[in-house]
């Protein structure tokens, strides 16, 4: 049975900060993985995608790598900014999504 | 991007009625959407997997009966609460998946905030 954890749970840092996401799943068999930003009372919105034969994907200031092998996926957040404050979700894709229970980040101005 | 919509985006009701949210994909078509519901501080649970012209395939401890999916095109989904009580009360969310040639990408819904009173 697939599952996927989130770590760190909670993440407080100044603004300004490089930090590091971290997410794992137990079943190296997924079609891709996603990360996700979810705000408080809101819904989700994709951040990036990476397919099962990636490595790893950029947007602007975020950058995630996956390496299937080991069941591991970072999402770096460049120059962090007090709007990058959310929850920060990761969810492996096999037939059906299965989700991590987030990383909830504040960004401190 | 690929457009998502529910409606409504919140909702107050009476215990013991029933209340339909609506889920459209507005620029592509879905053969596949999905349904979630997310309680305060926690992550979403999948529901049930809706296919365009068959029955939905619902998760184990999901009561198909009170979460009533109907996919009745390529572009709608609908999830009816009903007879609902406050423990129903939740954040709903839905998903259109579109894909092709072995990749597929799931796209959300903005969120139903469900209040049973």
């Known amino acids: 049975k697939q599952e996927v954890t989130q770590i760190p749970a909670a993440l407080s840092v100044p603004e300004g900060e490089n930090l590091v996401l971290n997410c794992s799943f137990t079943?190296?068999?997924?079609?891709?993985l996603q990360w996700f930003r979810q705000d408080p009372g809101k819904g989700l919105t994709s951040l990036l995608l990476?397919?099962?034969s990636q490595r790893e994907q950029t947007s602007g200031r975020l950058n995630a790598s996956l390496d299937k092998s080991s069941g591991r996926s970072t999402l770096y957040i460049a120059a962090s900014q007090p709007g990058d404050s959310a929850t920060y979700l990761c969810?492996?894709?096999?037939?059906?999504?299965?989700w991590g229970l987030g990383t909830s980040l504040a960004v401190n101005p | 991007g690929a457009v998502v919509s529910q409606h409504p985006s919140w909702v107050i009701c009476k215990s013991g009625t029933s209340v339909k949210i609506e889920c459209r994909s507005l620029d592509f078509q879905a053969t596949t959407m999905f349904w979630y519901r997310q309680f305060p501080k926690q992550s979403l649970m999948l529901m049930a997997t809706s296919n365009e012209g068959s029955k939905a395939t619902y998760e184990q401890g999901v009561e198909k009966d009170k979460f009533l999916i109907n996919h009745a095109s390529l572009t709608l989904s609908t999830l009816t609460v009903t007879s609902a009580h406050p423990e129903d009360s939740s954040f709903y969310i839905c998903s259109a998946q579109w894909g092709q040639g072995g990749s597929y990408e799931q796209y959300f819904g903005p969120g139903t905030r469900l209040t049973v009173t």
């Open positions: 990476i397919q099962s």
């Open positions: 079943d190296s068999a997924i079609y891709n």
């Open positions: 969810a492996v894709y096999n037939r059906k999504l299965i």
